[in-house]
């Protein structure tokens, strides 16, 4: 200890002084109570002398019962056990990749990366041709309302049953009376309200459909539909292998009135027939020209470009049941009137 | 990983950040990091482990902070006693330098020895003492104005 002390510059009087800037830095030391008795001796006289060092030992009990009373601040048990919480697999190899310092070109990149692979992924998973089919069949859908008296419904086919029956125009297009029936009904009611022929309607004997009961009848007519059920039955019944094509579609023309007669005899100038039961150019509605036809598959580039001249045709080719000899193509196009 | 050392590693960052979601982030980061440590070195004093945990997550995301932009509510799970003005804390918080800042909150608040905060740094604990004498002084002279009658009361 001795050796200690002399190796220390003492005063005149053999006392151990403190400047005042050693003083001061000592302030701490001496309220922490870490001084030997010497020092703290020292800092005390120096604390005496020097108003600054007074000041200054305030600020600092100050602060020290202030820093105290902070540690009345708690964490509640809830965030303790929410912080002390395992963390997630995806935090955890966030941080063993260090992400957080990875470049931010980097991150971006792969951010996009990540964005571009859900998009591409959706586009290819999604059934784009059934969100089309359901857009297109929604879209001309149309009812016929009409009265249909059973009984003489009934009669009407008795009589007309035998001169009635058509000759098939291709092999796998033939009509089957006794499939026809669950329709015929609805073709039979919806043929009176229209000028249109409907020979195969009355072949069949009607059923008590559950729509004949209702006071006011109303029968679905629309008679394409009908068509396409009964061949649809047809090629299910004959267990033949769907894979054949139906050519569908829709235009709009101005003045559907003098448009539609052209269009008649154009496909029949290039050798089209009549499919369906309907003829072409059937006044579906007053609005509204149906043409259910064949023609051969050769035509079919003449018959668009002839179209184009009216208006923009929208012409899908839709897998069908119905097989169609080879170079023959079906063809159901709705012709309507351009709203203005 | 304890309770204590949970709890004395978000107190830590809500001290030093003053600001909730920032906190909240760093003491999950710096737990974690706690936990690594210890699995390497089970023998490693807890306390130095707290310091150098805080201290390392503290390098890396103070930059963030904007000092001086308090943001803290008691729905974020921080007990704060309603007569306890944190007025000098905030100013001392934005106007203290990194070194005097981290001394206090280990020292006086979280009651960490000098010699494990030290030890922590990989400093001496006389530079400790020193950072801490020249903390409590600004720290005095901020709440000296503000909470003169509190502190008395206290006494």
Redesign the interface.
């Known amino acids: 200890m001795s050796e200690d002390v002399n190796r220390f510059a003492l005063s005149k009087k053999g006392q151990r002084q403190v400047t005042p800037f050693t003083g001061n ?1 000592l ?3 001496y309220m ?1 109570g870490i001084l030997d008795a010497e020092r703290k001796a020292a800092v005390e006289a120096h604390l005496e002398s020097s108003r600054d060092a007074q000041l ?1 030992f ?19 048990h ?3 056990e ?3 919480a395992p ?1 997630s697999y995806l ?2 190899l966030f ?1 063993k990749a260090k992400f ?1 310092q990875w470049p931010v070109g980097l991150k971006w990149g792969l951010e996009a990366l990540v964005v571009v692979f859900v998009v591409v992924t959706v586009l290819t998973v999604a059934p784009w041709e059934k969100v089309m089919n359901l857009k297109l069949s929604t879209g001309s859908s149309d009812v016929v309302l009409s009265e249909v008296n059973k009984s003489q419904a009934q009669k009407q086919v008795a009589q007309e049953a035998p001169e009635t029956a058509e000759t098939p125009q291709f092999v796998d297009e033939g009509i089957k009376a006794k499939e026809a029936a669950p329709v015929a009904t609805a073709v039979a009611a919806a043929a009176k309200t229209q000028p249109a022929p409907t020979p195969v309607a009355a072949k069949a004997t009607p059923t008590p459909a559950p729509v004949q009961k209702a006071p006011a009848k109303v029968a679905a007519a629309t008679t394409a539909a009908s068509e396409e059920n009964e061949s649809e039955d047809q090629s299910t019944e004959s267990g033949k292998a769907s894979t054949g094509y139906l050519y569908r579609g829709q235009i709009a023309v101005t003045n559907l009135e003098a448009v539609g007669p052209k269009i008649k005899d154009k496909i029949v100038e290039l050798g089209g027939r009549k499919a369906g039961e309907v003829e072409l150019g059937w006044q579906k509605t007053p609005g509204s020209a149906y043409f259910h036809f064949t023609i051969p598959e050769a035509k079919y580039t003449e018959l668009q470009a002839f179209l184009s001249e009216y208006g923009k045709a929208k012409i899908s080719k839709d897998k069908h049941p119905r097989v169609m000899p080879d170079g023959i193509i079906r063809l159901i196009i709705t012709v309507d009137e351009a709203q203005k | 990983m304890g309770e204590s050392e949970v709890k004395s590693i978000a107190l830590f960052f809500f001290f030093a950040f003053l600001d909730d979601r920032r906190a909240l982030e760093a003491s999950t980061h710096a737990i974690a990091n706690c936990a690594e440590k210890k699995k390497k070195n089970s023998q490693i004093n807890s306390n130095v482990l707290i310091v150098m945990s805080t201290f390392s997550t503290w390098m890396k995301q103070h930059l963030k902070l904007n000092r001086g932009n308090p943001n803290i509510s008691t729905d974020a799970g921080w007990m704060i006693p309603t007569d306890l003005d944190l007025g000098p804390w905030r100013e001392f918080q934005k106007l203290a330098t990194q070194d005097e800042l981290l001394a206090v909150i280990w020292s006086k608040v979280l009651e960490i020895p000098e010699k494990d905060i030290a030890q922590g740094l990989g400093i001496s604990e006389g530079t400790v003492r020193y950072r801490l004498g020249r903390a409590l002084r600004k720290l005095g002279s901020m709440a000296q104005g503000v909470s003169t009658k509190k502190l008395n009361a206290v006494k």
Not at chain 1, 58 to 76: D, F, N, P
Request: glycine share 6%.
């Open positions: 830095e302030l701490y030391d922490s200054d305030q600020k600092i009990q100050i602060g020290q019962q202030y820093a105290e009373r902070l540690r009345q601040i708690t964490v509640s809830a965030l303790q929410r912080l002390g963390s935090a955890v941080r957080d």
